[in-house]
C-alpha cells in the first residue's frame, strides 16, 4: 500500500508559477513510476508528466518546455515545477504512484489539488 498527499495548488496570473508537492508513505520501495495527471470537469483525465526509478522524465506535449517533474528521494516526495501557466492548465492535479510487487501491479492516487490560472 502506498499513502499520496498533494500541496501546492491554488490561484495564480497568467505567467505564473506553482509548484505542486506529492509526499509518499507506505511501501515506497514498490513505487517504479510516479505521475502528475490532471482532469477538467468533463473531460478524461490527462497525463501530465511521468518520473520513473532511474529519474527518466517524459511530458506531455502541452507542457514541454514549461513544467518540470522532479523527487526528492529523502523526503520521499515528487514535484511538478510549473512555469509561464496558462488558463487552459486549470484543472484538478493529481498524484499517481505505479507499483510492482512481484508480479502485480497497482496504482495509486492522492485526492487532488486545484490549480486556477486566471487574471
Known amino acids: 500500500q502506498v499513502q499520496l498527499v498533494e500541496s501546492g495548488g491554488g490561484l495564480v496570473q497568467p505567467g505564473g508559477s506553482l509548484r505542486l508537492s506529492c509526499a509518499a508513505s507506505?511501501?515506497?520501495?514498490?513505487?517504479?513510476?510516479m505521475n502528475w495527471f490532471r482532469q477538467v470537469p468533463g473531460k478524461q483525465r490527462e497525463l501530465v508528466a511521468t518520473?520513473?526509478?532511474?529519474?527518466?522524465?517524459r511530458y506531455a506535449d502541452s507542457v514541454k518546455g514549461r513544467f518540470t517533474i522532479s523527487r526528492d528521494n529523502a523526503e520521499n516526495t515528487v514535484y511538478l515545477q510549473m512555469d509561464r501557466l496558462k488558463p487552459e492548465d486549470t484543472a484538478v492535479y493529481y498524484c499517481?504512484?505505479?507499483?510492482?510487487?512481484?508480479?502485480?501491479?497497482?496504482?495509486?492516487w492522492g485526492q487532488g489539488t486545484q490549480v486556477t490560472v486566471s487574471s
Open positions: 499517481n504512484a505505479q507499483t510492482v510487487v512481484l508480479v502485480a501491479t497497482a496504482d495509486y
Open positions: 507506505g511501501n515506497i520501495e514498490s513505487i517504479v513510476r
Open positions: 518520473i520513473t526509478k532511474s529519474d527518466s522524465t
